[in-house]
């Protein structure tokens, strides 16, 4: 170690730490556009470990020698959420186990891979259903630390509505549960003369003083994982629970060390039906009438992703979709268990598309099925791994809006890249309409930065202007938290930096994420060349 101090805090741990460059090096990317190298990398082996790291660094905050801590899962977050210039707390090193499974909810260490703790729920015939597009190589921490969401999502929810209880190291080093209370139960928490009574205290009261403000801005979008989720805290009939404003924090209010998630039945057939449209306004009409039989997935790919797949990987769509290209490309999925309830919706869709798509086509033939699903799944992946000094890079990838307004959406989009000539690829959660996308730029040119930044504001006002936000899955970070304000209004913004200082008054977790982050700040830490070499054994996609 490098320094006196970070020998001190090795000597506390039962887990190890490094400062060595390559290890450094390492952890000074995630899959946003941004890099900053950390000053020293911890493995914590358990709780206590992130307690002592925590509570060291509160008390040398406390003498004026203030460092920051950012824990990190596997490094998928795609806003700079898991990069900072503290000390990484690398929680799938040893942090990554199933601590117990029941019938209907399973408790987790934050650092098991998604994949993992997935195979082992289907075993048992359940499953999480919130499940990001990057399951294979993301954590369950990363996914509660952003709230994350996927193609399950517009029948079951985000993963906020599957925490039912969480463990949170607090920014003093003491450790917490949380979950939802009742008012008899708040009332005793508030009389704690500890720094969680204190958490309580002032939450509630911020909630109760501010529940027109709070109200007012609360977004009518399907998904959203942007600010603090205030609206969620505290019922209507008192009970209040923190794990739904840790839920999509980043890592910013506490340390997530355990996590009780609820699970559901999971049936492994299903319905695939897939329409073929040319005109956006009628499979926008689609999607409405699609959305009420209760679909597991309605996905969504366009034309420019499918030609450059066709350009590129022509093997990937041959056979899957018409040789006159469509416009857009609708999968829609049924998991029902009665298969006769599978039947009848997919009946119900192809009377829909028939109505509005060019073509469709059905499918119940899981291999079938998994070939038609490349069409959303797959694509993604050979756009990431483009050649070439232009890369198609995520800042713009993340805008949701109310439903009904999907094809507007759509439409003021293409005129908006079209406007900075852009090369486009366009997929995403047509039932929540929450688009992904990525144009092709290039970080070492300084015309092609300016050209990101410029875009990142038209489109922010784009989505804001429809009703939106401007992150439904992947959150703020470095990325989307200068533009936190204008999402959500002055006032609303204030609460939320209240929120922070309430929970981590000496700003060492994860500082310069979500608020009090400026784009000056963010744009010293662009890279130059976006590149995805630690995520590069699995192919990303999303």
Do not use: C
């Not at 890099?35 to 206590?48: D, M, R, S």
């Not at 408790?107 to 015939?125: E, K, S």
């Not at 039912?164 to 704690?192: H, M, Q």
């Not at 000094?389 to 713009?396: D, G, M, N, T, Y």
């Amino acid at each position: 170690m490098k320094k006196a101090y970070l020998k001190e805090l090795q000597g506390m741990l039962l887990g190890s730490m490094t400062d060595n460059d390559d290890a450094l090096d390492y952890f000074s990317t995630d899959s946003s556009i941004f890099q900053i190298t950390p000053e020293a990398v911890i493995y914590p082996e358990n709780t206590a470990d992130v307690r002592k790291a925590v509570q060291f660094l509160a008390d040398r905050a406390k003498a004026g020698k203030p460092a920051s801590l950012i824990p990190r899962g596997k490094g998928t977050d795609q806003t700079g959420g898991s990069i900072g210039e503290g000390l990484q707390l690398v929680l799938p090193a040893h942090m990554n186990r199933i601590l117990r499974l029941e019938k209907d909810y399973v408790v987790v260490q934050p650092g098991i891979l998604y994949r993992t703790l997935q195979q082992a729920l289907h075993t048992h015939g359940r499953f999480l259903p919130p499940y990001p597009a990057s399951i294979d190589y993301s954590s369950i921490g990363g996914a509660v630390a952003n709230n994350a969401a996927g193609e399950k999502t517009v029948k079951y929810g985000t993963t906020r509505q599957f925490v039912k209880r969480l463990k949170v190291v607090l920014a003093d080093g003491s450790l917490i549960e949380t979950y939802r209370i009742s008012a008899r139960e708040l009332n005793r928490k508030k009389g704690l003369a500890t720094f969680e009574g204190e958490v309580y205290r002032k939450l509630d009261s911020l909630i109760l003083d501010n529940a027109d403000i709070i109200r007012k801005h609360q977004l009518h979008v399907t998904k959203n994982a942007s600010g603090y989720a205030l609206g969620e805290v505290k019922h209507a009939d008192g009970s209040f629970d923190l794990s739904q404003i840790m839920v999509g924090s980043q890592g910013t209010l506490g340390v997530v060390t355990e996590a009780t998630l609820k699970t559901l039945p999971w049936n492994p057939r299903s319905s695939l039906v897939v329409g073929y449209f040319d005109d956006i306004h009628k499979a926008g009409e689609a999607i409405g009438r699609l959305r009420a039989l209760s679909p597991s997935a309605i996905e969504l790919v366009d034309i420019h992703l499918l030609a450059y797949v066709r350009e590129h990987r022509p093997q990937d769509i041959e056979g899957l979709v018409p040789e006159q290209l469509p416009k857009l490309v609708l999968l829609v999925e049924f998991d029902d268990f009665s298969q006769l309830a599978q039947t009848v919706k997919s009946r119900r869709a192809q009377k829909i598309f028939a109505r509005t798509a060019r073509s469709s086509r059905t499918s119940t033939d899981p291999v079938e099925q998994e070939a038609l699903w490349k069409l959303r799944r797959s694509a993604a992946a050979t756009v990431w791994m483009s050649p070439g000094a232009k890369k198609a890079l995520p800042f713009i990838e993340d805008g949701v809006v109310p439903v009904a307004k999907l094809p507007q959406f759509l439409d003021k989009l293409y005129k908006l890249l079209d406007k900075y000539e852009l090369e486009i690829a366009v997929w995403g959660h047509a039932g929540d309409a929450n688009l992904h996308l990525q144009p092709f730029l290039d970080l070492a040119k300084k015309k092609d930065v300016e050209k990101l930044y410029e875009l990142n504001k038209e489109f922010t006002d784009l989505v804001v202007s429809l009703g939106g936000s401007i992150s439904g899955e992947h959150n703020d970070g470095l990325l989307r938290g200068p533009y936190l304000e204008q999402q959500f209004g002055k006032e609303m913004y204030q609460l939320f930096v209240d929120v922070k200082h309430i929970f981590d008054p000496q700003n060492i977790l994860n500082p310069n994420t979500k608020v009090e982050v400026t784009e000056e700040y963010a744009r010293q830490f662009l890279r130059d060349r976006y590149v995805l070499g630690h995520l590069a054994d699995h192919l990303p996609h999303t």
